[in-house]
């Protein structure tokens, strides 16, 4: 945590002393597909399914030159996945929804590139992501075909 501190420190000084473009500010959303692995000791989810969901939030861009700007906001994205599983054969089924809340705080570098009237961009950078709520739905059904059951761990 303390190098990527000093990383957005040594950034923001870069944007702050360089030539002053102007900064643009905007709003962006969409529609977010997400997905996850889960894996475990015993078990893994073969198929989780994707959660139709959506991001919303404003942006910065501080221009560096022409070509290059740094960009940043405050999004807020939902994330999570489904499952409908047989696990262990016809012993368990599962059917779970997870939605989890987040707010990302993306800080991208973008490079811009003019082709024949055009503007193309490209952007990489991390993000620093803070869960705020999340709800998961679910329900089971478990079948024995024996009485004796025996868990040892």
Do not use: H
Request: glycine share 12%.
């Amino acid at each position: 945590m303390k190098n990527f501190l000093k990383l957005f420190a040594v950034i923001l000084v870069i944007t702050f002393t360089t030539e002053s473009f102007a900064q643009n500010f905007g709003v962006k959303a969409g529609l977010n597909l997400s997905n996850m692995v889960i894996k475990g000791d015993d078990y893994s989810v073969a198929n989780p399914k994707m959660n139709l969901g959506f991001n919303l939030g404003v942006t910065a861009e501080f221009p560096i030159n022409p070509m290059f700007s740094f960009e940043t906001g405050l999004m807020l994205n939902t994330k999570g996945f489904k499952i409908d599983e047989t696990i262990l054969g016809e012993t368990v089924e599962a059917k779970a929804k997870t939605n989890i809340f987040y707010l990302d705080i993306p800080l991208t570098a973008k490079i811009g590139f003019d082709v024949g009237g055009a503007k193309i961009y490209a952007l990489a950078g991390p993000y620093v992501g803070f869960g705020l709520s999340g709800k998961v739905k679910g329900e089971g059904t478990i079948f024995r075909y024996n009485s004796e059951y025996d868990r040892r761990g």
